[in-house]
């Protein structure tokens, strides 16, 4: 057990499954000599060689349609997009391809594939360095996608995509990279796709959120906390499949919800949630589901004054929250 | 009198009497399911059929250049003929014509010639094409990371070589020296737009030599310089040395689909003087040539083919279709 960073936690799943799985390969733009822009697949080529991490060409189509052969072919690769912005010229193979492979193959041919790429914004990126880009693929049946909050699931969510049979997207907050920090025990351990968990009880209202915006809404939850309002934080962890027995079970306890995520509002997870909330638990209800998102916005611009004005953070959570417990 | 200059061509291309016999009948069982499936589209019986008449030489002849056994077919629509030589059957072909349950290639979820047979080794297509190409590398990049000695071709027409994934399917497979064989089927169409409108240089195989490995074009309509330049590619890819473009120059004597009205792009006089060049005829006549076949022998021999393939639309007609409560299956593995 030791505390680490969430860079750490990811970078130790990669190396453990790839000790633990010769059909285990890494491949993306940087990640062999240079371990990735951001450092995550550090000392990985040295410690297991050309062969298991691939230095692609600069053509993220071309890695995930090769990913997706050698997934069919019996390997389990791990493809890293360097930015979640620069995913779309891939976005075929994933959608057309990857998805879609088992239901159009009657179950013959899966793809078990993980797609990993930092998201997300706060770190002066500019408008191709800050995308969430969950919405887009949690729209399509076959993939699942997952958004981890800290280390221990970074860890063990990435290892159970690895090991799924389905082609899994994996989206890691830049920003958290290095900022949060958590407790790991020492040793292999999943956490499963697909199941939410509570990361604070509360009885007025629940936050609903995954990634990094958990981290503002736990930070929120404390800020009402001292005006007498108890918050219940729901982690999705996963967007896609969502588990909706957990966050409807919250909020049919406090009757409030407000759905908190960095991407953009419109379309997004958000929407979904709060339709799944509105015809399960209406009778529950005591105000009108609330999102907290980034406007519709193309994404977030470079100057600081300009990208503080859109980011979503605990005071915007805060604001919402009083406005529900005031209902 | 047999002409043994016919017997010399055959064997200079590394072929046999047994196996340019196997390769004819192979075409003529392309042919005649392409035919009657298109008739079946007329019939109302079939909803939809992409033709692959004119391009059975190519075809068939490029994948009898693969072990059957442990090689990787990446198809496309077209390739009907190569999937008959791997080793789907007629009934299984048929299977997938009307969508029936049994269809191995995908159960009737997909339009008809959207291949993938996996016991076969036939790696499973969808319509958005060119995503197949870096597939195939992938594809050949497992086998090399194992240390196993398949082969992966993946075939595309030359409106599918302007797709992206085209230059990055070709540039990972030369960087990674991968044992695979690109085949492009060049017949001069895309739907309606010739090749003069997909590049300024119609010529495919050129664009090897920018990914550092030979590109070779062949005359598509004879099965012969067919097979000898996959074979070359086939044994260039399975002892190391990297991936081959082949480009086989072919014709498209049908419209692209049975939603297509060829006639609005093409003149008659056009398709016309491509039938001269059909394959099949010209294959017959060098078997006849060559003793390999004669009018009585080759009589029989399509009246086989002409029982084997409406057998086998009495078999895919009668078999069940999929069960409506199965719709919803299968989105994910477990």
């Given amino acids: 057990m030791g505390e680490m960073r969430l860079i750490d936690a990811v970078r130790d799943a990669l190396r453990e499954e790839l000790a633990a799985d010769s059909g285990v390969f890494l491949i993306g733009q940087d990640i062999g000599v240079n371990g990735g822009v951001f450092r995550v697949t550090e000392g990985l080529l040295e410690e297991f060689g050309p ?146 968990v509570v990361r604070r009880e509360g009885q007025h209202l629940s936050l609903i959120s995954y990634g990094l915006s958990v981290h503002h809404c736990l930070e929120a939850a404390e800020t009402m906390s001292a005006e007498g309002i108890s918050c219940e934080v729901v982690d999705l962890r996963t967007v896609r499949p969502l588990d909706t027995a957990t966050l409807l079970e919250s909020v049919k306890k406090t009757g409030r919800a407000c759905i908190v995520h960095e991407d953009n509002l419109t379309g997004g997870v958000g929407a979904e949630v709060a339709a799944i909330i509105a015809k399960d638990a209406f009778e529950y209800l005591d105000a009108p589901v609330q999102r907290v998102a980034a406007p519709d916005v193309p994404s977030f611009p470079y100057s600081p004054t300009l990208e503080d004005a859109l980011l979503p953070g605990p005071a915007d959570i805060v604001r919402t929250a009083r406005e529900l417990a005031a209902y | ?88 059957t007629s009934q299984e072909v048929m299977l997938n014509m009307f969508g029936k349950a049994a269809d191995p290639n995908s159960g009737g979820r997909q339009m008809p010639m959207h291949w993938g047979h996996k016991k076969l080794g036939i790696i499973s297509m969808g319509s958005s094409v060119g995503t197949t190409i870096p597939r195939a590398s992938g594809i050949a990049l497992a086998t090399k990371l194992r240390g196993e000695n398949a082969v992966t071709m993946v075939y595309f027409g030359e409106g599918s070589a302007s797709e992206g994934d085209f230059h990055e399917g070709l540039a990972f497979a030369g960087v990674h020296r991968l044992p695979v064989v690109f085949l492009c089927n060049n ?32 005359d598509g309509l004879d099965p012969l310089p067919v097979y000898q330049a996959v074979r070359t590619a086939v044994d260039r890819a399975r002892s190391g040395d990297g991936p081959t473009l082949v480009e086989t120059n072919t014709i498209r004597m049908m419209p692209h689909s049975s939603s297509d009205d060829h006639l609005r792009y093409r003149t008659q006089e056009d398709l016309d003087a491509e039938r001269q060049l059909d394959p099949l005829p010209r294959f017959r006549d060098f078997l006849v040539s060559a003793g390999l076949l004669d009018e009585e022998s080759d009589q029989t021999l399509r009246e086989a083919v002409d029982q084997e393939v409406e057998d086998a639309i009495s078999y895919g007609d009668a078999a069940p279709s999929p069960d409506p409560a199965t719709a919803r299956n299968g989105v994910y593995a477990p």
């Fill in chain 1, 51 to 196: 062969s298991r991490v691939i230095d692609s060409p600069l053509a993220e189509s071309g890695m995930v349609g090769v990913a997706i052969g050698a997934a069919m072919n019996g390997m389990r690769p791990v493809v890293e997009i360097q930015f979640a912005d620069f995913i779309f010229p891939a976005f075929n193979q994933v959608v057309s391809e990857a998805a879609r492979m088992y239901y159009r193959t009657n179950g013959e041919y899966s793809v078990p594939l993980v797609i990993r790429a930092p998201c997300g914004g706060g770190v002066r990126g500019g408008l191709y360095h800050s995308q969430s880009v969950e919405a887009y693929f949690a729209h399509v049946p076959g993939l699942k996608v997952v958004v981890p909050s800290n280390p221990y699931d970074a860890k063990g969510l990435l290892k159970a995509a690895i090991r799924d049979d389905n082609p899994v997207l994996f989206f890691e907050h830049k920003l958290a990279y290095n900022t949060v920090r958590g407790e790991v025990p020492d040793g292999d351990y999943t956490v499963p796709i697909g199941e939410a």
């Fill in chain 2, 1 to 88: 009198m047999p002409d043994n200059g016919g017997i010399d061509r055959l064997r200079d291309s590394g072929l046999d009497a047994h196996d340019a016999q196997q390769i004819y009948r192979h075409m003529l069982l392309a042919r005649a399911i392409s035919e009657k499936s298109w008739l079946l589209t007329r019939q109302g019986r079939v909803l939809f059929s992409m033709p692959c008449d004119g391009q059975e030489a190519a075809d068939v002849a490029s994948a009898y250049a693969l072990d059957a056994a442990i090689d990787f077919i990446v198809p496309y629509a077209r390739s009907l003929g190569a999937m008959l030589v791997k080793g789907m």
């Fill in chain 2, 187 to 218: 017949n001069g169409w895309a739907t309606s737009v010739p090749v003069e409108l997909q590049s300024a240089e119609t010529q495919i195989a050129k664009r090897a030599q920018g990914y550092g490995f030979p590109g070779v074009t062949v």
